[in-house]
């Protein structure tokens, strides 16, 4: 049995907050995913606004607080991260940038890393693609194929499901990422084919 250690970085402003709502069911299908394979998971929470001060400190005099510093650590040695920000005027929002922008050189290379996103409307789900992947794709990081995007109105009851649909495929994926196992293999329908020998069997007793 491996221990993954996974960090999770979720830059909502508000609490509660749909990014964290996001953050924490993308983490709980990526857990359930490792432990399938007999992973053991240790999860890290980053809050990001709870080291907003610290953060704008940190940007101004180059020193990170203890307490900033804690979790800066936590991300760069994680073995995987998970991130998810609300998205403003088409983009990741500024505190959650700052603190990417803190991170130590080279940080995130090579790491595996889940991207999603929050927003009010269906409209900044493009935000993934043209904003989050270039971006961490830049620090070196093993971005996942998969990400996950959510709108005002995935939250709702007829479109829960389908969310939760979208969540359950990325995490599988990103733990398929964090241990370098192959994609699972479809059934093949073809696989339990009564054998004709046998068919004819019963058509003769008939």
Same mark, same amino acid.
């Given at each position: 049995m491996t221990t993954s250690h996974l960090a999770v970085?979720?830059?909502g402003l508000t609490?509660?907050? $749909?990014? %964290?709502?996001?953050? !924490?069911?993308?983490?709980?299908?990526?857990?359930? $995913?490792? %432990?399938?394979?007999? !992973?053991?998971?240790?999860v890290e929470v980053v809050e990001v606004r709870d080291v907003a001060h610290d953060l704008t400190n940190?940007?101004?005099?180059?020193?990170?607080?203890?307490?900033l510093q804690v979790r800066l650590d936590a991300i760069a040695e994680a073995d995987a991260v998970i991130v998810v920000t609300p998205i403003y005027a088409a983009s990741f929002s500024g505190l959650f940038k700052m603190l990417i922008d803190v991170l130590p050189t080279d940080a995130l290379r090579d790491t595996p890393v889940l991207l999603g996103a929050?927003?009010?409307?269906?409209?900044?789900?493009?935000a993934i693609e043209h904003a989050l992947r270039p971006l961490f794709a830049h620090l070196g990081a093993l971005v996942a194929p998969v990400g996950v995007f959510a709108a005002s109105d995935d939250w709702g009851s007829a479109d829960?499901?389908?969310?939760?649909e979208r969540i359950t495929r990325a995490g599988r994926s990103f733990a398929g990422l964090i241990t370098g196992t192959s994609k699972t293999?479809?059934?093949?329908?073809?696989?339990?084919?009564?054998?004709f020998a046998t068919l004819l069997q019963g058509s003769s007793r008939a």
């Amino acid at each position: 049995m491996t221990t993954s250690h996974l960090a999770v970085i979720t830059a909502g402003l508000t609490q509660p907050s $749909s990014t %964290r709502l996001l953050a !924490d069911r993308l983490t709980d299908a990526v857990v359930r $995913s490792l %432990r399938e394979t007999n !992973d053991e998971v240790v999860v890290e929470v980053v809050e990001v606004r709870d080291v907003a001060h610290d953060l704008t400190n940190h940007v101004l005099t180059g020193f990170a607080s203890p307490e900033l510093q804690v979790r800066l650590d936590a991300i760069a040695e994680a073995d995987a991260v998970i991130v998810v920000t609300p998205i403003y005027a088409a983009s990741f929002s500024g505190l959650f940038k700052m603190l990417i922008d803190v991170l130590p050189t080279d940080a995130l290379r090579d790491t595996p890393v889940l991207l999603g996103a929050t927003g009010g409307t269906a409209r900044h789900s493009l935000a993934i693609e043209h904003a989050l992947r270039p971006l961490f794709a830049h620090l070196g990081a093993l971005v996942a194929p998969v990400g996950v995007f959510a709108a005002s109105d995935d939250w709702g009851s007829a479109d829960a499901g389908l969310l939760g649909e979208r969540i359950t495929r990325a995490g599988r994926s990103f733990a398929g990422l964090i241990t370098g196992t192959s994609k699972t293999r479809l059934p093949d329908p073809f696989d339990e084919v009564t054998p004709f020998a046998t068919l004819l069997q019963g058509s003769s007793r008939a």
